[in-house]
């Protein structure tokens, strides 16, 4: 038999067990170009709360009675396919099941060369790449400029504080424990980090941020975002990342950014990774540089069970991880 996890109810504030539900089926038999594959690494996201939703977005919606999905990594124990052999390890975007087919041209064999597996679903994956060009070709950060990132310490904001260290910026990193700052700080050579828990945000990214703000990685939205607004440098840029802060809350509100982009004439530019799909071969070999020459550091949260995934989920909108949030489901069969 094979466990999987379903969207079984559609949440109006945050996701809890009544949501989902863990049935088991019939492990699938792979068609001809297709490869059955046994989960190693599930990686769960924020994003995915908006999929919960059957609300019109980026991505189709999750759908009722079927299960979840996300980026994996993956063992191949079966290969109905040229291109792919029993024993390949691979990434791709699977169902939450213990066993998931696949056609073989939907995922990409790991080079174990470039860093462990679970890099390719985090500094190496969706989340490196998200740093890459949300900063990059949004943010284009110059020597000396102010960066502020929210969020900074999970998975996407990690790499954003890093690159920003690498193209020169004054980094203001900005997350929810003292254990977090002190890794961005001490770890990641952040310039100055703020505990949006147990401080004023807007006291300390005035102290902080005394030249001003040019660029804003946002990753949060909420209240953090409307503390940054006010302090926007003339032509800074806005990278809309994400915007947990509002993900659960219903009909949410806060003051109005308008005037603050007027006076700035600042930039703001909502975006997901995937409007950059022609360029990854680009990011990627940014990101793998940097990662081999030492430039790049990543910290994972690695949960344990294919049961847990849920909790690990769940996990993201409380602030639970350092860095990316992973759930380890087995060991390969062949090592």
Not at 68 to 84: F, P
């Amino acid at each position: 038999m094979n466990k999987e996890i379903q969207l079984v109810k559609r949440p109006e504030a945050a996701p809890t067990h009544e949501h989902i539900k863990m049935v088991e089926t019939e492990r699938p038999v792979p068609l001809q170009g297709e490869v059955l594959v046994k989960l190693l690494y599930v990686s769960v996201d924020p994003y995915m709360r908006g999929r919960m939703s059957a609300a019109k977005s980026y991505i189709a919606p999750f759908q009722l009675n079927e299960p979840m999905e996300g980026g994996i990594v993956g063992e191949v124990v079966e290969s109905n396919a040229d291109t792919l052999q029993e024993g390949d390890i691979v990434t791709g975007m699977l169902p939450w099941k213990e066993y998931a087919s696949a056609p073989a041209d939907t995922l990409r064999k790991i080079d174990p060369s470039l860093g462990p597996v679970t890099t390719s679903l985090g500094i190496l994956g969706m989340p490196g790449l998200t740093a890459y060009f949300g900063l990059m070709d949004i943010g284009q950060p110059k020597e000396g400029e102010t960066l502020v990132v929210s969020g900074a310490a999970g998975a996407v904001g990690s790499a954003v504080v890093q690159i920003g260290k690498i193209s020169g910026c004054h980094v203001v990193g900005i997350a929810g424990s003292d254990e977090k700052l002190a890794y961005l700080k001490n770890e990641l050579g952040v310039d100055e980090v703020i505990n949006y828990k147990t401080e004023s945000v807007p006291d300390r990214l005035e102290e902080t941020c005394s030249n001003g703000i040019d660029i804003y990685f946002d990753n949060v939205g909420g209240d953090i975002s409307d503390a940054v607004y006010p302090l926007l440098n003339k032509f800074a840029r806005i990278a809309q990342c994400g915007a947990i802060a509002s993900y659960n809350v219903p009909n949410d509100q806060g003051p109005r950014m308008q005037m603050h982009l007027i006076k700035s004439s600042a930039l703001i530019k909502g975006f997901t990774v995937g409007d950059y799909q022609d360029r990854f071969t680009e990011g990627f070999s940014h990101l793998a540089q940097w990662l081999q020459e030492g430039r790049l550091k990543y910290e994972e949260t690695i949960t344990e069970g294919f049961e847990n995934i849920p909790d690990a989920f769940f996990g993201l909108f409380e602030g639970a991880n350092l860095g990316k949030q992973l759930v380890k489901v087995a060991e390969p069969s062949q090592k």
